[in-house]
């Protein structure tokens, strides 16, 4: 049996392989189509609920505040006037005094989901009538806004979200935008590149077989087409928020859309456990909600299966090349990912060259040495995820559920077979 098993790891490896590199090529498609630009550029409101102060925050809130859009309003929520995210709201404030930024503080709680229990606080706030809901640590280039406008401009489109790349994070950085000053650490290095050579590929290829999910880093709609799937109260008991969007979005009978441009998303971990914890909170959540898909994307990890071939085979010259040829051929499908992305954020306009290219560097610059290690971490996340549906968020406990769909007809909640409604 150990033969069969052997060369079982081996064909599930070369099975990964191919997907990598068939992802890399979509992105490749995806980074080199033409720019779309809006018709008509409408104020819009970005929302952004933040938690405390994190590395690189003000480089990020910065990024939205450098947008090349004719207005656009910046609503900040937090809970409390203590936390150290109003200092550096403050500071942006005193610094863009042209933006319309606005700062809401508010300890009001709306349901479990805390961020959107802030989002609740902070709509009252929201002036404009298209809105965008954008992760505390998302980078964007200055043309962020008019994507997004541009992908929303279809009558058939309800709701545009954004894939997005990691951005490791140097623990010896003594400024808020020189990501280059230290070298990354382990942790970060290796989440950076699961969220940019793992998730992003992933996502595209996804889009390409004809799914339409909601990326939660970014979420744009029209205020309209909120208020008609009930609002953010409709996703404040659900941990995957994004996903709800998505779903009521989909039960008005629209599209989500996909914007042409790709934010970067600090990744700040720097212990592996702080790591295994966060990702661990995403495999709950993906296999809470997709259960089938969550088994299947264990593919996506050939250099697992190639060590695992290799050790079955008890070190035999064949699993060896086997492994080594699934090194070269993931190592080719990342730097194939990075070279078509890098050309979307170098010389950015708007802010010093020097620190769009600092970014740039570290987000597409995969460490093709953690590769095999990234494919062992990932595996093992996903078999811890097996072990229950309770994660951590922020320091609160949560669960992960499965959301029932929302249908058009009834404008309401409809039980799945088998399970409960709240």
């Known amino acids: 049996m150990i033969p ?13 392989v191919a997907q990598a590199l068939v992802a890399a090529r979509f992105v490749a498609s995806f980074a080199s189509k033409p720019v779309e630009h809006p018709a008509e550029r409408p104020p819009v409101t970005v929302l952004k609920p933040l938690h405390g ?66 989002l609740i606080n902070m709509f009252p706030a929201a002036r404009h009538n298209v809105l965008v809901i954008a992760d505390s640590d998302v980078h964007v280039r200055p043309d962020y806004l008019d994507r997004l406008v541009a992908a929303l401009e279809p009558a058939d489109v309800g709701l545009v979200t954004t894939l997005y790349a ?31 050579h793992g998730f992003l590929p992933g996502a595209v290829l996804a889009r390409t077989i004809g799914r339409q999910d909601c990326l939660g880093a970014t979420m744009c709609l029209r205020r309209r087409d909120l208020e008609r799937i009930g609002g953010f109260s409709a996703l404040a008991d659900h941990l995957a928020d994004d996903n709800v969007l998505g779903r009521r979005i989909a039960g008005l009978g629209m599209r989500v859309a996909l914007a042409q441009t790709v934010p970067l998303t600090t990744v700040p971990e720097a212990t592996l456990k702080a790591l295994f914890r966060h990702e661990l909170r ?47 051929l993931r190592a080719v499908a990342a730097m194939g990912v990075d070279a ?55 320091g609160h406990g949560l669960h992960a559920d499965t959301p029932p769909p929302f249908t058009r007809q009834t404008n309401s909640l409809r039980p799945i077979k088998g399970n409960k409604t709240r």
């Open 166 to 196: 990691g951005l490791p994070v140097a623990l010896t950085s003594s400024s808020v935008h020189n990501t280059a000053a230290g070298r990354p650490a382990l942790p970060s290095r290796l989440g950076a590149t699961q969220i940019t």
């Open 282 to 328: 995403w495999a709950r959540t993906i296999r809470a909600l997709e259960p089938a898909g969550f088994a299947a994307s264990v593919l996506q990890y050939p250099l697992f299966w190639g060590l695992l071939a290799m050790l079955l085979a008890g070190g035999a010259l064949w699993s060896v090349g086997l492994f080594l040829i699934a090194w070269v």
């Open 53 to 118: 102060d994190e590395p690189l925050l003000e480089a990020g809130l910065e990024s939205l505040c450098l947008q090349d859009y004719p207005e656009w309003q910046i609503v900040f929520g937090v809970q409390s006037e203590a936390d150290p995210a109003v200092a550096v709201v403050r500071r942006l404030q005193a610094r863009f005094p042209k933006v319309d930024i606005a700062l809401v503080v508010d300890p009001a709680l709306h349901g479990v989901n805390r961020k959107v229990g802030n």
């Open 340 to 394: 078509a992305l890098l050309p979307l954020w170098s010389q950015e306009r708007g802010s010093p060259a020097s620190v769009a290219n600092d970014h740039a560097a570290l987000a597409f610059s995969c460490p093709v040495w953690l590769l095999p290690l990234r494919d062992i971490f990932s595996v093992a996340v996903m078999l811890v995820s097996y072990g229950g549906r309770r994660v951590d968020w922020r």
């Open 4 to 16: 069969v098993a052997a060369g079982l790891a081996a064909v599930l490896a070369g099975a990964g």
